[in-house]
Every structure is written in C-alpha cells, then in structure tokens.
C-alpha cells in the first residue's frame, strides 16, 4: 500500500529542494571564476601569438633586405647575369 501524501512528506520534500537549490548559486559562482580565468588566458594566448606574427614580420622583411642586397652583390661581382 502506497504512502499516503502528507504535509509532513511534501515538507520535507521541500527542504530537501530547498538545500539543493542553495547550492546553485555557489556553484555558478565557481563556473564564471574558471570562465574569466579561460577568457584572460586566451586573451594573453592572442597577445603572444599578435607579437610572435610582428616578430615573423620583421624577420620576413629583414631576410627581404639582406635577398636584395645579396642579388647586388653578385650582379656586380658578375656572378649572375644582370
């Protein structure tokens, strides 16, 4: 025979929603402190990769400079043909 539904069952019911609910709160919290720590360090992990792509850059430009000189060297050296 099924229990029968009581006041004192639904309020303990209730209680124990109750309690739990309370948790939901303390746990989004945690959720959104690792959520900022994930959006700072993949805004750190872009800054790095901005200055890696300026360094890469630079040296493309400079191995560009030290090509062409090369290139003049050796026409005037007479080494390749003008």
């Given at each position: 025979m099924p229990d029968?539904?009581?006041n004192d069952l639904i309020y303990t019911i209730l209680q124990?929603?109750?309690t739990q609910l309370?948790?939901?709160?303390?746990?989004?919290?945690?959720?959104?402190?690792?959520?900022?720590s994930l959006e700072e360090s993949s805004?750190?992990?872009s800054a790095r990769i901005?200055?890696?792509?300026?360094t890469v850059s630079g040296t493309h430009k400079r191995i560009d400079r030290?090509?062409?000189?090369?290139?003049?060297?050796?026409?005037?050296?007479?080494?390749i043909d003008a």
């Open positions: 029968e539904v009581t124990k929603i109750q309370s948790s939901i709160p303390i746990k989004l919290g945690d959720i959104e402190g690792r959520l900022s805004s750190s992990m901005a200055s890696v792509e300026v030290i090509d062409h000189r090369l290139d003049r060297i050796e026409t005037r050296l007479g080494l």
